[in-house]
């Protein structure tokens, strides 16, 4: 049997408010909400959390005019910095709000003292991981937005033999997507295994 192989014609959604699983992170995202409606008053919004925990999604959700985006603060150099730091004082003066992520809270950052001050001004909010079973909704919705069937098994097998961080499932889910098609096979757990087998180095 000849094998199809899969065009690259499934882009990954666009980073938006409504497609970010919530979690435990539902008033960080109602926050939000209120910027992207211009309804917030805050000069400063910070965010922080652990390496695929959604913070630049959030970011690039959350892009309009009169909002400043600054993602990664942690690694900024001293240029940076200093442009972070009037970005954060003209926000105060113009009613427009810096929105900030970064690795670990304002106080826990490597940068200099007055910025990191300025940091904490505004609403801090630790954009918290998902459980395994919120991962299990995400992963049931991803798949029907591909329109694929994932079974429960499948979706615990997964949660229980691969990288477990938002970006990594999205990459497994890609991947999967694709030797479902080539292979014109449904997402059985012997096709997963298979298709994960092809991953290993």
């Known amino acids: 049997m000849t094998r199809q192989f899969a065009l690259p014609i499934q882009q990954p959604p666009v980073p938006s408010l409504d497609n970010f699983v919530p979690g435990s992170n539902a008033e960080l995202l109602a926050r939000l909400g209120e910027l992207a409606a211009g309804r917030c008053e805050e000069a400063v919004i910070y965010l922080w959390g652990a390496p695929g925990s959604g913070r630049s999604h959030l970011l690039q959700a959350s892009a309009r005019q009169g909002v400043t985006l600054a993602d990664d603060v942690e690694q900024l150099g001293d240029t940076a910095q200093a442009e972070l730091f009037s970005a954060i004082n003209r926000a105060r003066e113009t009613g427009t709000t810096v929105l900030a992520a970064g690795a670990a809270p304002p106080a826990q950052l490597a940068l200099r003292e007055d910025l990191r001050s300025r940091l904490g001004w505004g609403l801090v909010y630790e954009v918290k991981p998902?459980?395994?079973?919120?991962?299990?909704?995400?992963?049931?919705?991803?798949?029907?937005?591909?329109?694929?069937?994932?079974?429960?098994?499948?979706?615990?097998?997964?949660?229980?033999?691969?990288?477990?961080d938002m970006p990594s499932l999205g990459a497994i889910l890609e991947h999967l997507d694709r030797a479902s098609l080539e292979q014109h096979r449904a997402l059985t757990l012997p096709l997963v295994r298979e298709a994960l087998r092809a991953l290993e180095p």
């Open 130 to 164: 998902l459980t395994d079973a919120e991962k299990a909704v995400y992963l049931h919705a991803e798949a029907a937005r591909r329109g694929l069937k994932l079974s429960d098994e499948v979706v615990w097998y997964l949660l229980t033999h691969v990288r477990r």
